[in-house]
């Protein structure tokens, strides 16, 4: 089965246009996978002739009453069906609570899990990192998913195990 890559983040940090670029596709076909559940969505790509599958977490409204409630449900189940996790913060709003929340939530989880600095168009890599490395998760990884700035770099990295 192909690697599952969980794209996990408060709203608005850029997963569903990371998602769109991975997948070639603005609304991606679901794939075919156990489990499936309709807040979820699902697809695959091929970097490098290697075939993975990816998962939306679209559905985190925001709105949930504190974070447990925020990361129940469906974000704790993709990262549940994940071999590898990227985890979206967004270089222009820079760290937010709900980050430091959910990096505190992934730091005990076992899954491989990569930071992903998003929408570092249009600056500094090394300023748009800063914020995050407090968060404990490693080395940030400066990307832009809209224009596809290291997105590819980064892929070939991320599935470099398999
Ligand atoms: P999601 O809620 O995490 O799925 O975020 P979306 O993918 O819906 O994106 C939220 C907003 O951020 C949209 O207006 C996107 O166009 C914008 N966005 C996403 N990626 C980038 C990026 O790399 N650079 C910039 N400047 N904006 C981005
Ligand atoms: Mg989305």
Redesign the pocket.
Known sequence: MNPVIA?V????????????RLTKTRDALVADFPGLTRDRKYGTGKVGGKPYTVI?T?GISGDEEGIDLMMAGQSLAAIDEADIVLF?V?A?AGLNMADEAIANHLRVNQKKTWLVV?????MDEEIGKSDFWTLGLGDPRA?????G?NVTTLLEEVLSPY
């Not at 998003?118 to 249009?122: L, M, Q, S, V």
């Open positions: 794209l983040g408060r709203p608005n940090v850029g997963k569903s246009t990371l998602f769109n939306d679209g979206m967004d222009r998003n929408k570092t168009d249009g990307i832009a998913a809209e224009h700035r």
